[in-house]
């Protein structure tokens, strides 16, 4: 069965970073769009970040531009998201999803799935 693992989350203090990484298990990520979403509690699940197949095109959040930034290693086949900046209401559990083909924010439209790692912002 198709895998994504994510790590990275933990603990950080408002103003602190972190960098999540999604790595795949039993397939290459290449030819595919992978999107970083979020759930807090009580919360729906939102689209953070997402980048294309190829790298080419990256789409972010309004409520995450220009602090967080999405990479790919397809060598390595892995897709990284730096957080920097951090703000409390970007705690969440994070999670990677993939779909051939084109960004998408709705998390209906992708197949693949991490089991998500937990972001917490605190003091």
């Known amino acids: 069965q198709l895998q994504l693992v994510e790590s990275g989350g933990g603990l950080v203090q408002p103003g602190g970073s972190l960098r999540l990484s999604c790595a795949a298990s039993?397939?290459?990520?290449?030819?595919?769009?992978i999107t970083w979403f979020r759930q807090a509690p009580g919360k729906e699940r939102e689209g953070v970040s997402c980048?294309?197949?190829?790298?080419?095109?990256?789409k972010y959040a309004d409520s995450v531009k220009g602090r967080f930034t999405i990479s790919r290693d397809n060598v390595k086949n892995t897709v990284s998201l730096q957080m920097n900046s951090l703000k409390p209401e970007d705690t969440a559990i994070y999670y990677c999803?993939?779909?051939?083909?084109?960004?998408?924010?709705?998390?209906?439209?992708?197949?693949?799935w991490g089991q998500g790692t937990q972001v917490t912002v605190s003091s």
């Open positions: 999803a993939a779909r051939p083909g084109t960004c998408s924010d709705n998390p209906l439209v992708y197949s693949y």
């Open positions: 039993r397939f290459t990520l290449t030819g595919y769009a």
């Open positions: 980048i294309t197949s190829g790298g080419g095109s990256t």
